[in-house]
């Protein structure tokens, strides 16, 4: 199956590998989608013990990760980066899906 999210980024993988580290009872982060802010959606992580029937796995350098189904169309082909600037440490989606982002940067519209 083609993989519906590509980190192509290593700091995004070494940082997924870093947060995993000290925590066993994981497999891996999962990645989604969910209904909020001024502009329709926002990106979701959270840690998995368990792959869902329905989630696409993408395995990079070791480390897992798990696309909800209801984010797997919505993610097609998008690149997460992890960025550690002075002012913030954040995961970045660069999603070529996205038609517009409110002006806070926490939503955004397919």
Do not use: A, I, Y
């Given at each position: 199956p083609?993989?519906?999210?590509?980190?192509q980024t290593p700091p995004a993988v070494n940082r997924i590998r870093t947060l995993l580290e000290n925590k066993p009872e994981y497999i891996g982060l999962k990645v989604g989608?969910?209904?909020?802010?001024?502009?329709?959606m926002t990106y979701t992580l959270d840690f998995t013990k368990q792959k869902d029937q329905a989630d696409?796995?993408?395995?990079?350098?070791?480390?897992?990760v798990f696309i909800e189904k209801k984010a797997q169309?919505?993610?097609l082909g998008t690149e997460m980066d992890f960025v550690?600037?002075?002012l913030s440490s954040e995961f970045v989606f660069?999603?070529?899906n996205i038609k517009g982002t409110c002006g806070c940067g926490e939503s955004f519209n397919i």
């Open positions: 083609f993989p519906c999210l590509f980190f989608v969910r209904t909020r802010g001024c502009n329709g696409e796995e993408v395995l990079q350098d070791g480390v897992r169309l919505t993610l550690d600037s002075k660069n999603n070529p």
